[in-house]
C-alpha cells in the first residue's frame, strides 16, 4: 500500500523560504520508472504543479516558479523535500505530493498525501 | 503555453449521465488524465491515458480524446460523485510540463 505525507510550516512570513518534506511507504525511488511530484492548490482555486523528481535524479519545474524551486530525494529516509524561496502571500496553498510509476518523462500522479496547509501573512 | 479549458461547473440527476469536457489545442495528441476531488480531499486519479482506469475505479468513469477535445462521462451518476474534476495533460513542448486544467464543479442534483 503506497502512503504519502507532507510535512513543514504552517505558517510563514513573506521574503521566508518555505521547506517541505514528503515522507512516503510502498515503494522506493530507486526503483525504475519511479517519480514523486508536488502540487498546490491556492484556496478555492486549482491545481498547480510545481515539481517532481524521478528515480534516475532527473528534476522537472514548473517554468513560471523554476526559479525559486529545488527539489531534492533522500532515498535512505524515503523521502522528497521541496524548497521555496522569497515566499510571497500569493504561495498560500495546501501543498500535496504525489506518487507516480509510470516511467520518464510523463508521470501519472496515481497516489497522493492529504497535503499540507502552508499560510503567508505578514 | 499549453492551455486547457473546462466549464465551471456541470449539474445531473441521480442515474443519469455527466460529460465533462476538457479543450486544448490539438489535446488529441496527447494524453489526459482526469482526478476527481471532494471537498477537503486529496484529488484522486480517476482516468488516465484518456481512457484507462486505475484499479477501483468504477466502470462507471470513463474517457475519450479526440481533437481539440477530452471527454470524461460518469455514468449512473450517484450522490458520491459530487467533487471538483480536473483534466491534466504533460506538455512535451518546449518547457516539458504537467498542465492542469481550472476544473469542474459536478453537482448532483
Known amino acids: 500500500q503506497i502512503t504519502l505525507k507532507e510535512s513543514g510550516p504552517m505558517v510563514m512570513k513573506p521574503t521566508q523560504t518555505l521547506t517541505l518534506t514528503c515522507t512516503f511507504s510502498?515503494?522506493?525511488?530507486?526503483?525504475?520508472?519511479?517519480?514523486v511530484g508536488w502540487i498546490r492548490q491556492p484556496p478555492g482555486k486549482a491545481l498547480e504543479w510545481l515539481a517532481v523528481?524521478?528515480?534516475?535524479?532527473?528534476?522537472r519545474y514548473a517554468p513560471s516558479l523554476k526559479n525559486r524551486l529545488t527539489i531534492t530525494k533522500d532515498t535512505s529516509k524515503n523521502q522528497v523535500v521541496l524548497t521555496m524561496t522569497n515566499m510571497d502571500l500569493v504561495d498560500t496553498a495546501t501543498y500535496f505530493c504525489?506518487?507516480?510509476?509510470?516511467?520518464?518523462?510523463?508521470?501519472?500522479?496515481?497516489?497522493w498525501g492529504p497535503g499540507t496547509l502552508v499560510s503567508v501573512s505578514s | 503555453s499549453y492551455v486547457l479549458t473546462q466549464p465551471p461547473s456541470v449539474s445531473v440527476a441521480p442515474r443519469q449521465t455527466a460529460r465533462i469536457s476538457c479543450g486544448g489545442n490539438?489535446?488529441?495528441?496527447?494524453?489526459v488524465r482526469w482526478y476527481q476531488q471532494r471537498p477537503g480531499q486529496a484529488p484522486v486519479l480517476v482516468v488516465f491515458d484518456d481512457s484507462d482506469r486505475p484499479s477501483g475505479i468504477p466502470e462507471r468513469f470513463s474517457g475519450s480524446n479526440a481533437g481539440n477535445t477530452a471527454t470524461l462521462t460518469i455514468s449512473r451518476v450517484e450522490a458520491g460523485d459530487e467533487a471538483d474534476y480536473y483534466c491534466?495533460?504533460?506538455?512535451?513542448?518546449?518547457?516539458?510540463?504537467?498542465?492542469f486544467g481550472p476544473g469542474t464543479k459536478v453537482t448532483v442534483l
Open positions: 491534466q495533460v504533460w506538455d512535451d513542448s518546449g518547457d516539458h510540463r504537467y498542465v
Open positions: 490539438n489535446i488529441g495528441s496527447k494524453s
Open positions: 504525489s506518487h507516480s510509476a509510470s516511467g520518464w518523462p510523463a508521470a501519472i500522479f496515481d497516489s
Open positions: 510502498g515503494f522506493s525511488l530507486t526503483t525504475s520508472g519511479v517519480a
Open positions: 523528481i524521478f528515480w534516475n535524479g532527473d528534476e
